[in-house]
């Protein structure tokens, strides 16, 4: 049971968070943080927080968790105001890169690092802000924690029971796996969806092309509508990685023209059949 609980980014995934944390019982309070009071109203509004606070000080002041749901560039600064202030609690985040994240933390926290849990939940949607948030975003979903050797470990009892009460399995591996992982499992095909959508809009008749669109453009694209800032901040700070996951499929891209140059069928149908026979394995996943 969380007594108080402090958003700081109160949008899809920190609104999401707080909902599903009040429709199971599991907190007493929830106050909100960002730079952007409108928004923090408007979460107010819906009932996803109690009510805002326009200081870090006075939002975190007698908290039990503060969770931080903002864009994962924007979370040094939030760790160095952290660090000014006389706050006890456990300290996690929900970002989608983890390397980086523990490198800011630990930079800023000094002795607090240990009461930092980084945590990542892998569920989402291609729509940002709290009014997109949903209280079942979690359930049947995977939160993967990065705990490092420092990190306290009542701390991450806490934070794992947290994510285990919106209904989310948790698990846990190194940040540096994660990031390698994530580069390949959402990083690259969220710039797949960015680079094929302004691929096809810079086109002349891209009115045409978006008028002849079916089901395999719109799944392939539906990420491409995602929040920029966000995924900015994801290359950034992923980018060893990234680059990685990037670099290989810019060779298999080649290869796959080449074999179109040479008219090479048998090339085609096995790669396509190995693609599908993956494809198929994780379906029934
Ligand atoms: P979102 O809906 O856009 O919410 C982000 C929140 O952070 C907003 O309330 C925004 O408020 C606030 N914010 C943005 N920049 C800020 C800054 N510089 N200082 C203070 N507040 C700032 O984004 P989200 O999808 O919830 O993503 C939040 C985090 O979750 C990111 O780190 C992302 O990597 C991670 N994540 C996202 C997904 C996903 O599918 N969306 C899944 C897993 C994890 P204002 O703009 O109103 O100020």
Redesign the pocket.
């Known amino acids: 049971m969380i007594n108080k609980l402090c958003i700081v980014?109160?949008?899809?995934?920190?609104g999401s968070l707080a909902k599903a944390l009040r429709a199971g019982g599991h907190v007493t309070e929830i106050v909100g943080y960002?730079?952007?009071l409108a928004?923090l109203q408007t979460a107010a509004d819906l009932g996803v927080i109690d009510y805002a606070e326009v200081s870090l000080g006075a939002a975190v002041r007698g908290a039990d968790m503060v969770v931080l749901?903002?864009?994962?560039g924007?979370m040094k600064d939030i760790f160095a105001e952290l660090a000014q202030l006389s706050f006890d609690g456990v300290i996690t985040d929900?970002?989608?890169t983890k390397v980086n994240v523990i490198a800011a933390a630990r930079a800023a926290l000094g002795n607090s690092f240990s009461r930092f849990v980084p945590g990542?939940?892998l569920?989402?949607?291609e729509q940002?802000?709290?009014q997109a948030s949903q209280a079942d975003l979690f359930r049947g979903r995977r939160v993967i924690l990065t705990p490092e050797k420092e990190t306290d470990s009542t701390a991450l009892a806490r934070v794992r029971a947290m994510w285990a009460a919106t209904g989310a399995g948790v698990s846990e591996m190194s940040a540096e796996g994660h990031d390698r992982v994530l580069a390949a499992s959402s990083h690259l095909p969220h710039l797949l969806a960015y680079a094929l959508m302004d691929m096809i809009v810079r086109r002349d008749d891209h009115r045409a092309v978006f008028a002849a669109a079916a089901g395999g453009f719109r799944d392939v694209t539906r990420v491409a509508a995602s929040?920029p800032v966000?995924w900015r901040d994801?290359c950034l700070a992923n980018r060893t990685e990234l680059l990685a996951a990037l670099t290989t499929y810019r060779d298999d891209l080649g290869a796959l023209i080449e074999a179109i140059e040479r008219g090479d069928g048998k090339w085609l149908e096995e790669t396509f059949t190995r693609a599908r026979r993956a494809r198929e394995t994780l379906n029934s996943k």
């Not at 749901?69 to 994962?72: E, H, N, R, T």
């Open positions: 980014g109160v949008g899809l995934i920190g960002g730079r952007n928004n749901a903002l864009p994962v924007a929900v970002g989608s990542h939940p569920a989402g949607t940002s802000g709290v929040d966000m994801i």
